[in-house]
C-alpha cells in the first residue's frame, strides 16, 4: 500500500452538489438514491461532493466507479472498516469479514468462499424446493401477500438450512427482526442509534444471541468429536482451530448472523421486484411459467438445470439492475487519492456509484423498461455498464449462491401459483431502509395454485460426478 501517493499539482476543484441549506442532499437522497447519484453524475461528472445527514461525502460515480473499483488504486486507496464498525462493536467482535481489508480479508475470504458459494446447494434442490413449498403453505395462502415479508420468511429458512445446516423455524421472525435493525441502526445508520434500545430489537437480538451460542457449542463438539460439517460454519469453525489470532472466538456468532446480514434484504429485494417486473410487463409472465413448468416436469432438479433458467436469470438480472440493492459502496479513503484529475482527500468517507450506467441510455437504451432480453443482447457487458453484486474485493461472496437461490425460488413460485399484481395498473412503491427496494406494501394476489407440491427426488451426486 502506498501512502504517500504523489499527487499532481493543480488538482481539479471536486464540484459540491447543490442541496438545501442545513440538510444538503439528505432528503434527495433519501427519496431515492439511485436517481440521486444519477442527476449527480449529469450534472456534475464523475467525482462530486454530497452533504448527507450533515457529514460531507464524496462520490465517484458511473461506469467510472465500477472501473476503478477493479483496479489496484482503489485497492491501496480505499478500507470498510469504519462503515462496518458499530456491527462488529455491537456484537463484541474483533473483525467481520465486510470490513477487513488486504491480506486479512483475503485470508478470510478464501476460508469462507465454498461456504458462500453455489457449491454449497449442490445435491440439495429437493430440500430447497421442499423449504419453498412449506413457505408458499405457511405465507402465501391468503388472497393478498405482502411480497417482501413472505419472501424474508423463505429466505431466512433458505439460508440457515444451506450455511449451518439448521434451520431454527422457531427463531425465523427473531433473525428477521435482529437483522432489519442491525442494518437500519447499525450499518446503513438510516435508524437513530436510539433503537438499539427498543424492546422488540433487544428481545429478537437476545434470541439470535442464544441461538449463536448454542451452534457454536454444538460446533465445539463437533470439532473434538472430528465431526465438523463441510459447510459455512464448519469452514470457519476449521479456520478458527487453524488461526485462532484470524478468527477468533468472539468472532464466532458473528458467523451466524453474517449469512442473513447479506442475504435476507439482498435477495427479498431483489425476488419483490423481480415478481413485480414480470407481473407488470406484458409478454413476460407466459415464458417465466413456460420455464418453470419445464423445470418442475423433471423428477429431480440440478445445478446445471437452476443456472439454464436462461429467461427466469435474465429476469433477475433486469430486476437488480433497475431496483440495484447497493447503489452505492461506501468506503473510506486510506491517503488523498487522485482520480481523474481530482484529489479525494485522505479519511474520508467515499461512495463509489457503481449502479449509475444501470440508468443511463449509453449503456441500457430505454433504461427504465423491463426488458430481460437485454442480456442476450448483451448491454451488460459493457465496461463498468452493470454491477448489481458490487465490484472490486468485496464483490458479493453470495454471488453464485444467490442466482441458484433466486432462480429456483422464482421458478417454484411461478409454477405453483396463479398470482397477479393487486390491479394491472398498480405502480411499485419503493423504500430506502433498511436497503433500497420495493416497499413493504407491496402485495401482490394470489388466484389460485396452477401446479400441486410435488417433492422432488435427490440427485445422486455420485452418478453426476
Ligand atoms: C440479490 C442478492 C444479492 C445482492 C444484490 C448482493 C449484493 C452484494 C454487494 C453489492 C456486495 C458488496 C458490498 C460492498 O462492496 O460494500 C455484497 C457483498 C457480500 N455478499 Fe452479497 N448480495 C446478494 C446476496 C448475497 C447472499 C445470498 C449472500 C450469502 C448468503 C451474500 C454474501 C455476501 C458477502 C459475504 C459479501 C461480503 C464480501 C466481502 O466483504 O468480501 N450476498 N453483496
Redesign the pocket.
Known sequence: MNAETKISAGAKAIPVAKGIPLVGNTMEMSKDPAAFFVRCYRDYGPVYRVNVFGQKNYVIAGPEAGQF?NSKAARAGLR?KE?WQDFVDHHGASKT???VDGEV?QK??AI?RDG?SRGAMAGRYHELTDIIDASITRDWGGKEVPVIEAFQYM?VHM?GE??TGNAPLEYVRDIRVNILYILNVLVTKQRPGFFKFMPEFKKAAARVDELGESMVEEFFAHAEAGTLPKNLLGDVMRGHLNDPELIQKRDLKLVLT???V??LD??A???AAAVYGILKTPGILEKVRAEADELFAKDVVTEKDVLGLSYIQNC?KEA?RLW???VA???TTNHDLEFEGYVIPKDENIF?G?SVPHFMEEFFPDPMKFDPDRYDRREHLKPGAY?????????????S??EV??GICVARLFHRLDIALESPDYVLKTKTAPTPGPAMSFKIKVNGERNPAKSLRAENLGEAA
Open positions: 473499483m470498510s462503515f469479514l465486510t470490513g480479508h478470510m475470504r469462507m458462500f429466505i439460508l444451506v450455511m453474517g449469512p442473513y447479506a442475504g439482498t435477495v429485494n431483489s425476488l433477475l437488480m440495484p440493492i447497493a459502496q461506501v468506503r463509489l457503481t454491477a448489481p453484486f458490487g465490484r472490486g474485493t468485496h464483490s458479493c461472496l453470495g454471488q449462491l444467490a437461490l433466486m
